[in-house]
């Protein structure tokens, strides 16, 4: 196999299994603006900061909650779709996350009725996440397949 065959192909499969598992979490965040509510109370908070390129900070908070559906107790972790994909920049940390939570904290948790264990703290979507995810996959994609069809030279 040569090595045009195996970067092609890897940047194929890396490419579509990008656009699989983030449209799939895409479509799950944009279903969730309908999922149900429940009462839940915060179990614990931490959180750690990365200093980036050209000391940008990203923040990420860690939240882990318990909420009850149907008698069953059932835990969480997701503040939202696509926090564990992405930090908060300082300057754009949403006003909830800034004032902080706290552990035995009250909170309304919204899961996915079909799934309860599939919740969430907030039925935000951010849709430019998502899409310059996507954009990246295809991108991605169309790299590996212009490599294996020869429209793109590897050099190596």
Request: glycine residues 12%.
């Amino acid at each position: 196999m040569t090595t045009a065959a195996v970067v092609g192909t890897l940047l194929t499969v890396l490419g579509a299994a990008l656009i699989a598992g983030v449209g799939a979490l895409y479509l799950m965040a944009r279903g969730s603006r309908r999922w149900a509510e429940a009462g839940g109370r915060i179990v614990s908070v931490s959180s750690s900061e990365t200093v980036g390129y050209a000391a940008s900070r990203s923040y990420r908070v860690f939240v882990q909650y318990e909420y009850d559906v149907g008698g069953r107790l059932l835990k969480g972790d997701r503040i939202q779709f696509g926090d564990s994909l992405f930090g908060w920049n300082a300057a754009s940390i949403r006003q909830p996350y800034r004032l902080g939570f706290k552990a035995d904290q009250a909170v309304t948790v919204y899961y996915d009725p079909a799934h309860p264990e599939r919740c969430t703290l907030s039925r935000v979507v951010p849709d430019w996440w998502f899409r310059q995810l996507l954009i990246a996959a295809a991108i991605i994609l169309a790299f590996g397949i212009g490599v294996l069809t020869g429209h793109v030279a590897v050099v190596g």
